[in-house]
């Protein structure tokens, strides 16, 4: 029966969704149910945290390999949650001085701005920058010429490389204005506008295809994978 | 154990070079800020800016981030001076960010407690981070705003408009349903709420994707092969326009798998997976260039806001601060 209901609730709630997008009356349902659907989402926030307390408090309690790192990971959850709830640190709106919790969470000057900037900016770049390296070196090791596909991936990896440096600019200065296109930024440049663009728009449409066909098994009931096992 | 005591002799002797740095000169990683009075005054029911020399009724400082050679001009002019002055907050903020860049790149040797720290420090603090976020920036103005707007103005949002709409208690139902899956006894009730969720994501998605993906991306394929400019066709602008037809059309052909790959569909899907190598190769390039930009950024951040070594935007020469600090200390 509930999961009755529930295919019932989807199909309703997809329809309309689908509906919205062709018919001008059903627009403004479009966005009601877009507004609850983004409370309904900050609300599962709270699921999130109820499992990250748990998975890190069972660690701890178990004193299991490495539980330290869960009581960080805890004390840094509860730590921001409570500097950002609070706004500590935060100046009121100028335009309303004494409705003390009125300003901007992330305001320069407020903790809540202060983690941000000190703490999780800095970790977050620095762990996307170490990519750098990794992706160096797989290329390394996993790139080599070995038919006409590898060899154009390379070459274009290359070129575009080089073509988005000082040292690409360097290199083909000396190309004649004549024949300007052969220099490596001007090729980065034909390759992003011309071959990597209609090879997004293949997979962009292919891409579009394929969410509308599965869009459609979920509203209608075909794909029930979402309601777990049994299904 | 030699490895240990080689670590431990390299991490002491950097130990005391920073020591030194920090201790010495005009030091190192230190930030300072220049305070700026707000005062206010109520004025016919609406809070203004209180003009200078009359009394006001609610005031703070604010402090703003400013150069350090801001704080050099300005103790040049007047050793005393208290406006620009040095942030315990935000100077210990940058040994924090330097510390935790440091621990994140010593994943680069390998795997170690360093790391581990920074690694379940930025899991709690981001987790928290968006729960923050979405309550203030969904939960307060649009549900609670909507449930008791007046409360919500009177404490958070002054400015919100104070009209109620009880259609908000849906997704709060739905919300405590979706909770219910915490509670084993109650967990079949959190299939509903997960039902409205794929149900509208799927519908609001087909229409997206179809709109703005597959419409607009034909529609920006479809166009004329030859490009026409004001002094007739432009040949080089045209040859790119058939390359691009013909790479959407062979990529899309080698995405069809409803037709074997052999013959004339064949070959158009080999010229369409030479376009997707291109692509894959020109999305490697971009995605490491952009890699070794963040690097930069932090190298950066470390040689130029932490260590003091490098300047490249001219932020600790007092020359160039002087137009900033003097205003600052006359006003």
Redesign the interface.
Known sequence: M??Q???L??????????L???LIPTQSW?E???????????????????N?AKIHLSKISSRDE?WG??A??????????AI??LKIGV?P???????S??GE?DG??SA?W????????????????????Y??SA?FRAFRAKN???T??????????LG??FAGVVLTGWIPDSLS?LRLENLST????????????????????G??A???K??LGIDRS???SGD | MNQKRTWTIILSVAAILLAIRTFTGPGMGKVYVENSNKAFIEVNGKWVEAPVGTTSAVSWVKEIGTTPGAYFAANAVDANQSVIHLSTSRTLGVWIAALLTLFIFSFLYRDNPFYKFAESTIVGVSAAYWMVVSFWDTLVPKLFGKLAPNFVAEHFMPNIKRETDYWLLVPVILGVMLLCRLVPRAAYLGIVPLAFIVGTTSGLKFVSYIESDLLAQTASTMKSLAVVGDGGIEVGESIKQVLLFVGVIAGLVYFFFSVEHKGIVGKTARVGVWYLMITFGAAFGFTVMGRIALFAARCEFLFDDWLWLIDPTGRRAIADAVEIAVPALLL
């Not at chain 1, 609730?9 to 689908?18: E, Q, R």
């Not at chain 1, 960080?72 to 949650?81: M, P, Q, Y």
């Open positions: 509930n999961r209901i529930a295919l609730v989807t199909l309703v709630s997809g329809v309309l969704m689908v919205s997008g062709f479009a009601d149910v877009a507004e609850w659907f983004n409370v309904l989402a900050s609300i599962a926030f709270v699921l999130g945290a109820a990250l490495g790192f869960s960080v990971t805890l004390i840094a959850f509860v730590a921001t949650l950002g709830f100046a709106l100028e335009t309303a001085p004494l409705v919790m009125s969470k320069e000057g809540f202060w983690l941000y900037t000190f703490v999780m900016s800095p970790i977050t770049a620095t762990m996307f920058s170490l990519l750098a390296f992706v160096a290329a006409v596909e590898a154009l991936l390379l070459v274009a990896a290359f070129i575009v490389l988005r440096t296109f034909i390759i992003f506008e011309v071959f990597a663009s209609a090879g997004n728009r293949a997979i962009i449409i292919g891409i579009a295809l969410v509308a599965t869009s459609l979920i509203i979402y309601m777990g």
